[in-house]
T-cell receptor, first 115, second 112 residues
Framework: AQKVTQAQTEISVVEKEDVTLDCVYE???????LFWYKQPPSGELVFLIR??????QNEISGRYSWNFQKSTSSFNFTITASQVVDSAVYFC????????????FGKGTRLHILP | DGGITQSPKYLFRKEGQNVTLSCEQN?????MYWYRQDPGQGLRLIYY???????QKGDIAEGYSVSREKKESFPLTVTSAQKNPTAFYLC???????????FGQGTRLTVV
């Protein structure tokens, strides 16, 4: 079955610390897509990254990096040198290429960056 | 500017009334989605549509209805059959299957 688990409900770190948000997924397909979204207090979800199941290269974008490991079915997200503006709820999501095109979201991790 | 517009931002409904939430996109996307967000529940899929005049139920479709008469529009009706409609509703669209979805700003519905 299609499932996304974000075990960390809420995390608080002090500004400038690094923080990693965990995402574990379940799928029966060999072709699938993983996503991360950020939801700031305004409520609108902002797309951060999309990764397909055949591309296990880690991705870095500024202070953000993503570690995709098929062996452990994980797609973790690290923020380096965190800033107060990074405070938000972060969602990991999954869609399976050969099924019904749904995008399934995890329950999200609320991240607090303390000044 | 291209994007997704949801209206209204806040909506109040009396018990027993139907209410329709609007979602319009000018991104020329084929797929559109409705999600419901409750505290601690993440996003749950209500309905989705891949093409005009076709849509499928998501995980929590009971008490909701949709239509997709135009590519740009995907309105959601919350009917009186929905037992607990107070929530934050998010509409999204994507270019095609398995591409990233772009979201509107959401509608917060409160039953009074």
């Amino acid at each position: 079955a299609q499932k996304v688990t974000q075990a960390q409900t809420e995390i608080s770190v002090v500004e400038k610390e690094d923080v990693t948000l965990d995402c574990v997924y379940e799928t029966r397909d060999t072709t699938y897509y993983l996503f991360w979204y950020k939801q700031p207090p305004s409520g609108e979800l902002v797309f951060l990254i999309r990764r397909n199941s055949f591309d296990e290269q880690n991705e870095i974008s500024g202070r953000y990096s993503w570690n995709f490991q098929k062996s452990t079915s994980s797609f973790n997200f690290t923020i380096t040198a965190s800033q107060v503006v990074d405070s938000a709820v972060y969602f990991c999501a999954l869609s399976e290429a050969n099924r019904d095109d749904k995008i399934i979201f995890g329950k999200g991790t609320r991240l607090h960056i303390l000044p | 500017d291209g994007g997704i517009t949801q209206s209204p931002k806040y909506l109040f409904r009396k018990e027993g009334q139907n209410v329709t939430l609007s979602c319009e996109q000018n991104l020329n996307h084929d797929a559109m989605y409705w999600y419901r967000q409750d505290p601690g529940q993440g996003l749950r899929l209500i309905y989705y549509s891949q093409i005009v005049n076709d849509f499928q139920k998501g995980d929590i479709a009971e008490g909701y209805s949709v239509s997709r008469e135009k590519k740009e529009s995907f309105p959601l009706t919350v009917t009186s059959a929905q037992k607990n409609p107070t929530a934050f509703y998010l509409c999204a669209s994507s270019m095609s299957r398995n591409t990233e979805a772009f979201f509107g700003q959401g509608t917060r519905l409160t039953v009074v």
